[in-house]
């Protein structure tokens, strides 16, 4: 059992790039989500999904897309890179949402620089 | 995430000591709350939930305490050990049927050996 799994685990982008960060989780859990963590900063919410073909904007969603076309993945595209967008990356899954007292799994985060 | 740990409170304790942790939410009408751990280049690791109609839950040398009257939480980890280094962040649930968590800064505990 893998539980969250993201790639890649660090990035370096020059600004204007695009990529996609990805995320799988084998738990079969309908809730998915991407967070960013910032120094002095809590986790933010980016999007989150709570089942194949919904997604939804999260507290900071500019500059991001997201899908889910199976209930495994949830990958996460930088559309044009800036600099703003350097941070760790955290893909989190649950049995369903966070408020009903399902444990959330976070994975090992992806570390991306944007120069 | 090792820089995270430079711009946090920090809590320094000698190995064995018990710790205390302290959280205030934001928002009254949160009735849930976790406690999460994260090591240093991981992700964050749930430890103990509890919700807003208990007071105090207990978990395998931890506990968190609720007091809803001033908004503040608190984990209390007993006899620490080195393996309990890393940064707390506790996180609410503003109420109702939201998708979404709000999560604390996060304090750093480091364990003296």
């Known amino acids: 059992n893998a539980g969250v799994t993201q790639t890649p685990k660090f990035q370096v982008l020059k600004t204007g790039q695009s990529m996609t960060l990805q995320c799988a989780q084998d738990m079969n859990h309908e809730y998915m989500s991407w967070y960013r963590q910032d120094p002095g900063m809590g986790l933010r919410l980016i999007h989150y999904s709570v089942g194949a073909g919904i997604t939804d904007q999260g507290e900071v969603p500019n500059g991001y897309n997201v899908s889910r076309s199976t209930t495994e993945d949830f990958p996460l595209r930088l559309l044009s890179a800036a600099p703003s967008q350097t941070s760790v990356y955290f893909c989190a899954s649950s049995y369903s949402w966070p408020g009903s007292g399902n444990t959330i799994y976070f994975g090992e985060g992806s570390w991306l620089t944007v120069v | 995430g090792e820089s995270v740990g430079l711009h946090l409170p920090t809590l320094s304790v000698q190995e064995g000591d018990n710790s205390i942790i302290n959280c205030a939410y934001s928002?009254?009408?949160?009735?849930?709350f976790i406690w999460y751990k994260q090591e240093s280049g991981k992700g964050p690791q749930f430890i103990i939930d509890i919700r807003s109609n208990m007071d105090k839950r207990q978990g395998q040398r931890v506990t968190v305490l609720l007091n809803k009257t001033v908004k503040h939480l608190s984990l209390q980890i007993a006899a620490t050990q080195p393996g309990d280094s890393a940064v707390y962040f506790c996180?609410?649930?503003?109420?109702?049927?939201?998708?979404?968590?709000?999560f604390g800064t996060g304090t750093l505990l480091a364990v003296q050996p």
């Open positions: 996180a609410e649930s503003p109420g109702g049927a939201t998708n979404k968590l709000i």
């Open positions: 928002n009254s009408a949160s009735d849930y």
